[in-house]
């Protein structure tokens, strides 16, 4: 299994109305306001983040981990 500290950066991007949510190496999700504040951190997963996809008032996390996370938020 492979450690975060070993894979810096970003893997994927995508936004939504005002926000907007990073997928990272090191397996999180953060998430920001249009003016790039930070407003959530996401440490569910074990994998690397593979697809971000925001629907409605929910935000679907998949990665490498094989799972897939729904998030809601107002």
Known sequence: KSSYEEKPGTSIIQSFESYIATGSFDFRVRIY??????????KHHSGIITSLIFEHDRLLVGSEDGFIFMYLFN
Do not use: P, V, W, Y
């Not at 249009?34 to 996401?42: D, P």
């Open 33 to 42: 306001t249009s003016n790039s504040k930070q407003i959530g951190l996401l």
